[in-house]
T-cell receptor, first 116, second 109 residues
Framework: GAGVSQSPSNKVTEKGKDVELRCDPI?????LYWYRQSLGQGLEFLIY????????KSGLPSDRFSAERTGGSVSTLTIQRTQQEDSAVYLC??????????????FGPGTRLTVT | DQQVKQNSPSLSVQEGRISILNCDYT??????FLWYKKYPAEGPTFLIS?????DKNEDGRFTVFLNKSAKHLSLHIVPSQPGDSAVYFC????????FGKGTRLHILP
């Protein structure tokens, strides 16, 4: 079956422009996460969706970042007025749920964002 | 405030020997722990996990140990192989998953 897919795989944008990154999770997975990995850094949690609950946005670094998940499936991460420090690989992951073995996440290949 | 800490950014181990990767956590509410492996230009892949009710889980060459009193877990790889060279992330969850910063493992020939 299909895994987690992300698009685009690479995005180069000019400082100040808005970008949208897309994530298609595995069908039936109720939990969806966005992470960011900057050069030489670990996985930085951004936002977490679980079913119909309000998303946990505690990791979003500023109000320029937002995300939505439509119909409990596809998610879009939007970065407005991009800055050079936003350059990173943005990773999406999905899992069956949020307890026990359902925590096991499946990651997409990531979107490499470069802000020039 | 890091809830999941991997204090060794890198580790080098001779091929055939044991690799031990360590992870500490601060949140006693975490009830599930996971290790992920990441190659360059790929997303992380799940490796092995352990529930807080256990202290050991083994899968082939990989064993995870959990010491709840010390809030410490470790991943043992034995014997280490060249293909094990990657970045290893420790993760923990009590609702959402929190990742450590990773440890880069180099297996030396």
């Amino acid at each position: 079956g299909a895994g987690v897919s992300q698009s685009p795989s690479n995005k180069v944008t000019e400082k100040g422009k808005d970008v949208e990154l897309r994530c298609d999770p595995i069908s039936g997975h109720t939990a969806l996460y966005w992470y960011r990995q900057s050069l030489g850094q670990g996985l930085e949690f951004l936002i977490y969706f679980q079913g119909n609950s309000a998303p946990d946005k505690s990791g979003l670094p500023s109000d320029r970042f937002s995300a939505e998940r439509t119909g409990g499936s596809v998610s879009t991460l939007t970065i407005q007025r991009t800055q050079q420090e936003d350059s990173a690989v943005y990773l999406c992951a999905s899992s069956l749920g949020h307890s026990g073995a359902a925590y096991e996440q499946y990651f997409g290949p990531g979107t490499r964002l470069t802000v020039t | 405030d890091q809830q999941v800490k991997q204090n060794s950014p890198s580790l080098s181990v001779q091929e055939g020997r044991i690799s031990i990767l360590n992870c500490d956590y601060t949140n006693s509410m975490f009830d599930y722990f996971l290790w992920y492996k990441k190659y360059p230009a790929e997303g992380p892949t799940f490796l092995i996990s352990i529930s807080s009710i256990k202290d050991k889980n083994e899968d082939g060459r990989f064993t995870v140990f959990l010491n709840k009193s010390a809030k410490h877990l470790s991943l043992h790889i034995v014997p280490s192989q060249p293909g094990d060279s990657a970045v290893y992330f420790c993760a923990a969850g009590d609702d959402k998953i929190i990742f450590g910063k990773g440890t880069r493992l180099h297996i030396l020939p």
